[in-house]
């Protein structure tokens, strides 16, 4: 998410003592959960909040976006919650053999089919997220894209993954959700969030 840099930017992200710089580290040795792309950081601040049991790292590219979701999380001081602002292409040395679950809510579609490689379940991700999973690979997708979604479902397959549960209609089901802005968003406009939940 591009966007201007708020005036609190450069004060919010120097007095952050979550934000991982060089090593992770949490104080408990816990499952580790990260959303890719968290925007304004709503979904990873409340799974952090709900699940003590689980540590979480929010990722983003854009400093001016997490920015944002930092100030929010500054509120709570949780100890299970971190923030990384880096590109997830350049995590693989940080993040080896670290991660349990991967969530992807509303990454950006790259409709576009020469920008195929972007897209965050791209094959060129897929082996990324190999190198970044501990044992079991658990990717957990919303969005409100049906190319994006029907292109994952195909690249998770091929990639060797079952998809365990699937949804065109999340807000129908019983499934466990917490909603994040770009959600609040194109539920409001009538679209239906589809979701996947993916294991290898
Ligand atoms: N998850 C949030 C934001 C969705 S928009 C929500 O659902 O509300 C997608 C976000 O992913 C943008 O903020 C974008 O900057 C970020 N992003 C896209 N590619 C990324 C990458 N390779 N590494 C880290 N963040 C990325």
């Known amino acids: 998410m591009r966007m201007r840099n708020p005036k609190y930017k450069d004060e919010v992200i120097n007095n952050c003592n979550f934000l991982i710089t060089d090593e992770i580290s949490f104080p408990k040795d816990q499952p580790l959960h990260i959303e890719i792309g968290m925007g304004k950081g709503n979904f990873i601040l409340n799974m952090a909040l709900n699940n003590p049991h689980i540590n979480y790292i929010g990722i983003e590219k854009y400093s001016s976006v997490a920015s944002i979701a930092i100030k929010k999380m500054m509120d709570?001081?949780?100890?299970?919650?971190?923030?990384?602002i880096s590109d997830i292409a350049n995590l693989s040395e940080l993040l080896k053999?670290?991660?349990d679950v991967i969530y992807l809510n509303f990454s950006d579609p790259w409709p576009k089919k020469r920008h195929a490689k972007r897209r965050l379940t791209s094959k060129e991700f897929l082996e990324l997220y190999d190198i970044l999973f501990k044992d079991k690979c658990t990717i957990i997708?919303?969005?409100?894209?049906?190319?994006?979604?029907?292109?994952?479902?195909?690249?998770?397959?091929?990639?060797?993954?079952?998809?365990?549960?699937?949804?065109?209609d999340l807000h129908n089901?019983?499934?466990?959700?917490?909603?994040?802005?770009?959600e609040e968003k194109f539920s409001n406009m009538g679209i239906k969030i589809k979701y996947l939940k993916a294991t290898k």
């Open 76 to 84: 709570y001081n949780l100890p299970n919650l971190r923030i990384i």
């Open 97 to 99: 053999n670290k991660v």
């Open 141 to 168: 997708q919303k969005t409100d894209n049906d190319d994006l979604f029907t292109f994952s479902v195909d690249s998770l397959k091929e990639h060797g993954y079952t998809i365990e549960e699937i949804s065109y």
């Open 173 to 182: 089901t019983d499934i466990d959700n917490i909603m994040t802005e770009y």
